[in-house]
């Protein structure tokens, strides 16, 4: 594969080139500048780096586990996905808490009678 502008990778991933520049930024991936050419380019493995890097974080992983399981051992990997899965977890039992509020208010304010302001509501 020929070097790829960041606009090029950009538009292949979906992907602002701005959060291309905040990754190399963070040291997720480096650019590489050709001497003729001013722009940042990408040689395959940063293309691959970026593609994962695109995956981890519409799995919702924050970008300092993506360093460890980038650039970490596999064992530091399989924590940071652990740690992520117990995260997600934690957040399914909380909507689902907000779920059961929010059923249980339905038929509360269906039986509301219409003739008092809502004002008087807290």
Do not use: C, W
């Not at 695109?54 to 970490?72: A, F, N, Y």
């Not at 219409?114 to 509501?121: E, G, I, K, L, T």
Request: glycine share 4%; no cysteine.
């Amino acid at each position: 594969m020929a070097l790829m502008t960041i606009g090029q990778v950009s538009e292949m991933l979906g992907v602002s080139a701005r959060m291309l520049r905040y990754y190399e930024k963070e040291g997720l991936v480096r650019s590489r500048h050709r001497e003729d050419y001013a722009y940042r380019v990408y040689d395959e493995e940063a293309v691959r780096r970026i593609r994962q890097i695109v995956l981890l974080r519409r799995l919702q992983m924050p970008l300092k586990k993506i360093q460890v399981i980038m650039d970490g051992s596999a064992l530091e990997a399989v924590g940071m996905v652990q740690e992520q899965i117990a995260d997600m977890e934690r957040n399914l039992a909380s909507m689902g808490t907000i779920q059961a509020a929010l059923e249980r208010l339905v038929p509360l304010q269906r039986e509301r009678p219409r003739h008092v302001p809502d004002h008087a509501f807290p």
